[in-house]
Nanobody, 124 residues
């Protein structure tokens, strides 16, 4: 079973940037769709970015499109989320997730493995 560990969260001012990393261990995720989700207090967990197993396709909701970029390094079993022009409403716990499929696009219910999350706080 794959284990996912996020890092890179922290406190940043509005307009700033952060880069999150997700390191996978236990098994390769090179044949998995990877995603980043976030959950703010009192809100449901929501997808903010996903990337196909090859890295050739990505998806972003309108709320982060043009500001967030997901990428992956399959040789290092790692996924990244570059977050620019951060806003206070981006404040949340960010989770990395893996879906054991090479299909695209996918239903978010296929994400089965989850990390423990990393806190991102954007001050105004």
């Amino acid at each position: 079973q794959v284990q996912l560990v996020e890092s890179g969260g922290g406190l940043v001012q509005a307009g700033g940037s952060l880069r999150l990393s997700c390191a996978a261990s236990g098994r390769t995720v090179s044949r998995s769709v990877m995603g980043w989700f976030r959950q703010a207090p009192g809100k449901e967990r929501a997808l903010v970015a996903s990337i196909s197993y090859s890295g050739s396709s990505t998806f972003y909701p309108d709320s982060v499109k043009g500001r967030f970029t997901i990428s992956r390094d399959n040789a290092k079993n790692t996924v990244f989320l570059q977050m620019n022009s951060l806003k206070p409403e981006d404040t949340a716990v960010y989770y990395c997730a893996a879906a054991p499929t090479t299909g695209w696009p996918i239903d978010v219910r296929l994400f089965r493995a989850w990390g423990q999350g990393t806190q991102v706080t954007v001050s105004s």
